[in-house]
């Protein structure tokens, strides 16, 4: 069960049990504020933003791969939160060089186990055991020396065998260069065995033990190059960590007041366009007298007081619908799938639950009150049109005397 569907039942639990609650004691304030944090808690726990999912996956799968300094500025995100595209582009690219250089190593070096053990089959017995790529290259140059002993004819065998050889001298050679790692010893071994063997056995057993000893000289940069590539891995899979992070520290910034940690403007109008042109209204709410409050007490008990107000706003609004704050002591509350008649009767009992709340300040109890401004959107209308409908309300309230709840004339 996923952590959003049991905050919704808390919260489902919460409109059940409150007015319950609220109905035995009445008079008990402390109670009341309560239980309103907590409906206001939970519904901040439900809101906490993330990164989008498709960046959210396409950083998992790029933790997999494998990204050097150079290409990490290039996760840099634009001021819409997001990678842009000719930036993936690059890093993929990137990507699928180092994911194809791991795996061509992944895949050659058991080649390589494989036809030595191949090898040493054909001329004898394979290592037994666990053994290295240069253990084994040992015990094939042992079966070759003692077989070179006792027959001559095994030249012709030989050969065959470099010749099969030379594939893998060239898989390990290319590795080890995009490794950044030099290899003239692969190339001194292949240039070894690119010549015809002598007739004289002493002589074809300095040649292959001279190859033998490139070869294990190649293998122990190739081990030393493997173990630098795993640690640079390791290193930007915890640069992405720390990155990823950032981004969702970022993008909380970008999306919450500061102040309050309600939605602000840009939340605001990514909530009105996923609500695209379904009903809703819009409601504006702002503080009677706030200047004189921040003039009187100060700025902190202003903030104070911003901050409860946002609380309020939160428990008194349903789960589908939005609160943010806009500017200044300015808020706006949209009422989703919501009729005048119904928002009317929302606004109202918000704007009573200011009026009767008594809030904490560091300059004592204080006692606000707030005007309110409604509006109804027409379907084809903009926003914003809606918005200013509210606005134009909300200095109705003022001009009636503040405390109170007006309607805006229909948009037409």
């Not at 030595?116 to 140059?141: F, P």
């Not at 309110?372 to 005397?401: M, P, R």
Request: proline share 4%.
């Amino acid at each position: 069960m996923n952590q959003p569907y049991l905050i919704e039942q808390l919260l489902d639990g919460m409109d059940e049990v409150r007015p319950i609650v609220l109905a035995a004691r009445p008079d008990d304030m402390e109670l009341r504020a309560t239980t309103r944090e907590m409906i206001a808690a939970l519904e901040e726990i439900k809101r906490a933003p993330a990164i989008p999912a498709p960046t959210y996956v396409w950083l998992c799968q790029l933790t997999s791969k494998l990204l050097d300094a150079e290409h990490g500025a290039l996760l840099k995100p634009t001021a819409d939160g997001l990678i842009p595209d000719t930036a993936q582009q690059s890093l993929n690219q990137h990507f699928e060089q180092r994911q194809m250089l791991l795996m061509q190593a992944l895949q050659e070096i058991p080649s390589t186990h494989f036809l030595l053990d191949q090898s040493s089959e054909m001329i004898g017995n394979k290592a037994d055991g666990e053994v290295s790529l240069q253990g084994k290259a040992r015990h094939l140059i042992k079966l070759l020396r003692d077989h070179l002993q006792h027959d001559t004819d095994l030249k012709n065998e030989i050969q065959q065998l470099i010749e099969a050889l030379n594939p893998s001298f060239a898989a390990l050679s290319n590795l080890l260069e995009q490794a950044g790692e030099d290899s003239p010893e692969l190339k001194q071994a292949q240039q070894i065995l690119a010549q015809k063997l002598p007739d004289n056995i002493e002589d074809a057993r300095a040649l292959l033990q001279s190859a033998h000893q490139s070869i294990l000289q190649a293998g122990t940069k190739l081990v030393s190059a493997s173990a630098k590539l795993n640690e640079t891995i390791q290193e930007q899979v915890e640069k992405m960590s720390a990155l990823s992070s950032k981004l969702e520290q970022a993008e909380s910034e970008a999306r919450n007041d500061p102040l309050t940690g309600l939605p602000n403007r840009r939340a605001l109008a990514e909530y009105l366009n996923d609500l695209g042109q379904t009903s809703f209204c819009f409601v504006v709410l702002d503080i009677d007298h706030f200047k004189s409050i921040n003039d009187t007490h100060g700025h902190d008990v202003g903030d104070e007081i911003l901050q409860q107000l946002a609380i309020i706003l939160q428990t008194n609004i349903r789960n589908t619908d939005l609160a943010a704050r806009i500017g200044g002591e300015e808020f706006c509350i949209v009422f989703a799938s919501a009729t005048i008649d119904t928002s009317h009767t929302l606004a109202e009992k918000l704007r009573l639950s200011i009026e009767t709340h008594t809030f904490t300040t560091q300059q004592g109890p204080l006692n606000i009150t707030a005007s309110i401004g409604i509006a109804e959107h027409v379907a084809g209308h903009s926003s914003g049109i809606t918005f200013k409908a509210a606005d134009k309300a909300l200095y109705q309230s003022k001009h009636n005397g503040r405390n109170q709840v007006s309607i805006a004339s229909p948009v037409s």
